[in-house]
């Protein structure tokens, strides 16, 4: 009887084997977990509100997002799972991957926002607010907001429950970076509906035909940001 046993662990053992095996050891294999949110290309889920786009974004920004998820410097209970184990390696070739996806962006639903309050959401983006001493988006995000290399990333295309989201986790503290945590000054010297305003106009905004992202060195960050520091992104 143990002999039959001990050969039907072995059958067993053989056939797992199989199917591990017949797993492709792919790119597209190994980056599943990430296109079942962000999509095929990393475009984003538009429809749900809350996966953002990775495609085009700036592999740097990229690659310390998955790290800030495994520093638990972000929060969010399915990516850290993910990223848990994976390697340096590993993480900056998915960030390669998605940084070089060029995909057509997909609108994603506004809500109802009054005129007024899409008058601010551009002041703030386009102008800042000295009083507030917020300054604008475009300082470092770029004149045509798509981000700058190499740890900026991109505003346009993003939905509007994820912009807004974002803002209130770096008011909250469930999300940050490295200090001084610039954004996290930025975002909490904002109203709530500043946060809103801002939000909405960006969802709303056309997407400029050069969604490249501009080049390293040429902002020059109006805060001191510990992620530019530690990245060289500001001139």
């Not at 909490?188 to 501009?214: C, Y």
């Amino acid at each position: 009887m143990s002999w039959v046993l001990v050969l039907a662990g072995m059958v067993a053992g053989g056939i797992a084997y199989a199917d591990q095996a017949s797993v492709p050891d792919t790119l597209k294999q190994r980056i599943a977990a990430c296109t079942a949110c962000h999509g095929l290309h990393g475009e984003g889920s538009p429809g749900s509100g809350f996966f953002p786009r990775l495609a085009g974004k700036p592999a740097g920004y990229l690659a310390l997002q998955i790290q800030n998820f495994q520093r638990g410097r972000r929060h969010y209970a399915p990516m850290e799972y993910t990223v848990r184990q994976l390697s340096p390696a590993y993480i900056h070739q998915i960030a390669e991957y998605f940084a070089a996806q060029q995909v057509p962006y997909e609108r994603a639903p506004v809500p109802d926002i009054a005129p007024s309050l899409l008058q601010r959401g551009q002041q703030l983006v386009s102008l800042g607010d000295p009083a507030l001493k917020v300054p604008p988006c475009q300082a470092c995000h770029g004149k045509a907001l798509t981000g700058t290399e190499p740890s900026v990333p991109g505003l346009v295309g993003l939905p509007y429950d994820y912009i807004s989201s974002q803002l209130g986790s770096w008011r909250t503290g469930t999300r940050a970076s490295a200090a001084p945590d610039c954004m996290a000054i930025i975002a909490n010297r904002l109203a709530p509906t500043d946060i809103s305003a801002v939000a909405a106009w960006l969802a709303s905004h056309e997407v400029p035909a050069d969604t490249h992202p501009q080049p390293a060195g040429s902002i020059t960050p109006p805060l001191r940001c510990g992620v530019l520091d530690a990245a060289g992104g500001g001139s």
